[in-house]
């Protein structure tokens, strides 16, 4: 049986719920239904949300994109209610389409509009910021790092209905007091605030309080992930309950079960532009994880009572790579995670409830992942929190096959990450096939002010978002724009502001859109220069000694150095100490390799940290388990750019001896 943990059950939180439904009688668990509703009163459907993470809109075989990769479960799934083909994530980044998700609010108005949760300073309002550097013509707000408390979630409204309520995968929405626990649910395993799993999919894994089964030493993280789920759906067979279950898959780090890998090696087209192995493995365990939700619900007769969404948080990951290779191709969509164009923002999305929601229908309504909130409440005839906005409409008229009358749909990004296609802050709306971007302040200086820039596609015939037809159709382009002022506006979104520190000898227009270390520019980089203090800049860093301290100056783009150990470490638990104070905050992941194990480095064989910003000196402590001695140490010090100081680290065997220990 699955280990369980103390945390994970609020039976107080229970209690009042149970109170709160007899206070409120038939009305809160007994109710016609909205959609095809019927004479004879019966138990409120439960809902199950299933969030992909990072699953592009051509990685299913939903819109016949895929070849190479095989979802049959989600297909399945597809066949028991509606598909959408224009399903908008609101954001091309994970934590702000999961705040919209359990808001209904737009980006620009919870103001999460970065993946942030996860670091250490708490910013619970966005801001917009006064200064960028010198090659940039806007400044770049800085998001909320956590999901407020006062907003009424729907985990929330759900749990004052009489639903138990449990979030399974991943948050990254924010540590304790802002986890699932203070935000509705009554259970969160793993009870996890990073932006990716612990270390790895394959088990063993590096939750603090959460391991895989004994039994199976290799399992899949999302096959627990299902089985635990599965668990509460059993435990909650007998009343209303919304299971939000949030993948961790198929997010970085790119590892899955070896035979997959090898499987889907062997059916590799060269020609097509969908083949990383690993990537394709790591699609199959989720698609298997849906499948096992969804029989379940049939074994426990509960299928014809349940409401499913399934959507994914944002696009498909092209910057990567993956044994040379991008993870996948979203074509053709222009672009994808973390950019502005359709690959970023348009993914798979179904909604499923029998009897209701017409069997194997398809739906090209725009819909947008603000919008499944107030849809589960129409659904469910519950009422919206008293004094929560909400930016998302119901979709129940699309569901059966009528129009939605929204007048469109946005999406602000206002960051600038060097990623493959690329742009400035900005922000788009959908209305109809017209899409417009604006991007702040990235056009030429028009009596004493910089102007907006702007790119117009028409997506009935160009969805690939070749062609900008701003100049030929300026009358759109002042209609479109004008519904951009009045949505930032309205929402009170912190903007992007003329950077008066920008210079135009510093900027390179013809750098927009580019990776900021591609593939070529990683062959004619420069080689590691000489070990310093014992360490070797392996890729992305400079090392120089200063009298304290180590100064390891980050690039970006996954920057790391190492150290070949002049005595191996033996095999064991071990607990490394390390003594660092940064420039910048971000995630760190420290790696090792083992004698006779090959590849050297593997993120089974890694664990994350998290670095704070400050000048003073931070302890960071983890521990792991080596099967075999240890012959090098990797540090991974931040994702981005910026710079640490490495002033000490030692390695301890669980007894306490010191195996390891380097000071400047």
């Not at 502005?340 to 739906?363: D, H």
Request: with cysteine; hydrophobic share 35%; proline share 8%.
């Amino acid at each position: 049986m699955p280990v369980r943990h103390s945390f994970v059950f609020l039976r107080s939180a229970f209690l009042f719920a149970l109170l709160g439904w007899l206070a409120l009688g038939s009305l809160a668990v007994f109710s016609s239904t909205s959609l095809g509703s019927d004479e004879t009163p019966r138990r409120k459907p439960n809902v199950v949300v299933i969030l992909a993470d990072d699953l592009g809109w051509s990685d299913t075989t939903l819109y016949g994109m895929t070849e190479f990769y095989r979802t049959p479960q989600i297909a399945k799934l597809a066949d028991r209610g509606m598909t959408f083909t224009r399903a908008y994530s609101s954001s091309p980044l994970c934590s702000p389409t999961r705040a919209s998700l359990l808001t209904g609010q737009s980006v620009a108005r919870h103001g999460i509009t970065a993946p942030q949760c996860h670091l250490g300073e708490v910013r619970l309002e966005a801001a917009e910021t006064e200064t960028a550097g010198k090659n940039q013509k806007s400044t770049t707000p800085q998001s909320a790092t956590r999901l407020k408390t006062e907003h009424v979630t729907l985990a929330e409204t759900l749990k004052a209905a009489g639903y138990a309520t449990g979030h399974f995968g991943k948050w990254h929405l924010g540590r304790e007091p802002y986890s699932p626990l203070e935000h509705g649910f009554d259970v969160d395993i793993p009870h996890w605030h990073g932006p990716g799993p612990a270390g790895s999919y394959v088990a063993p894994w590096r939750f603090p309080d959460f391991d895989h089964d004994p039994d199976i030493p290799d399992q899949h993280l999302e096959d627990r992930m299902a089985i635990e789920a599965v668990e509460f759906m059993r435990e909650h067979a007998d009343e209303p309950f919304f299971l939000n279950y949030w993948m961790f898959s198929v997010h970085a780090p790119f590892d899955a079960k070896a035979d997959l890998i090898e499987a889907y090696r062997k059916r590799v087209d060269p020609k097509d532009t969908q083949r990383c192995p690993t990537y394709a493995a790591m699609i199959e365990s989720m698609d298997d994880a849906v499948g096992t939700l969804v029989d379940e619900l049939d074994r426990l007769g509960l299928s014809e009572n349940t409401i499913i969404v399934f959507a994914s948080d944002n696009g498909g990951n092209m910057y990567n790579e993956v044994e040379g290779e991008r993870p996948t191709s979203n074509r053709p969509l222009r672009g994808g995670k973390a950019t502005m164009y359709e690959g970023g923002v348009r993914g798979p999305a179904i909604v499923v409830w029998p009897g209701k929601v017409p069997l194997r229908s398809k739906s090209d309504q725009i819909i947008q992942t603000i919008d499944y909130y107030p849809t589960l409440l129409d659904l469910l005839d519950l009422q919206a929190p008293a004094n929560q906005v909400m930016d998302g409409i119901s979709i129940v008229p699309a569901l059966e096959g009528r129009p939605l009358s929204r007048q469109a749909v946005f999406t602000y990004f206002p960051h600038a990450p060097g990623v493959p296609e690329w742009m400035p802050p900005a922000v788009s709306v959908h209305q109809g096939d017209w899409k417009l971007i604006r991007i702040f302040h990235g056009g030429e200086v028009v009596d004493g002010q910089r102007s907006h820039r702007w790119k117009l596609f028409n997506l009935a015939n160009d969805v690939g978002e070749e062609k900008n037809v701003a100049d030929q159709f300026p009358e759109k382009l002042a209609e479109l724009d004008g519904l951009i002022e009045d949505h930032l506006r309205e929402t009170g979104a912190k903007l992007p502001r003329e950077n008066p520190d920008f210079d135009p000898s510093k900027y390179d227009p013809s750098r927009e859109g580019i990776q900021a270390m591609s593939k070529s520019a990683k062959s004619n980089a420069a080689k590691p220069g000489p070990p310093v203090a014992g360490w070797r800049s392996a890729r992305n860093v400079s090392l120089a000694l200063e009298k304290d301290a180590l100064v390891v100056n980050c690039t970006g783009h996954d920057p790391h150095f190492e150290r070949k150990l002049a005595k191996v470490i033996p095999a064991g638990s071990v607990e490394v100490t390390m003594k660092i104070s940064s420039g910048v905050s971000g995630d760190g992941q420290l790696f090792w390799a083992q004698q006779g194990v090959a590849p050297k480095y593997r993120y089974d064989r890694s664990v994350p940290f998290t670095v704070a910003e400050g000048d003073s000196v931070q302890e960071i402590t983890v521990s792991f388990d080596a099967s075999s001695p240890i012959t090098h140490l990797r540090l991974d010090p931040l994702t981005d750019a910026g710079t640490v100081r490495l002033h000490s680290i030692s390695v301890q065997s669980k007894g306490g001896k010191t195996l390891f220990q380097w000071r400047p």
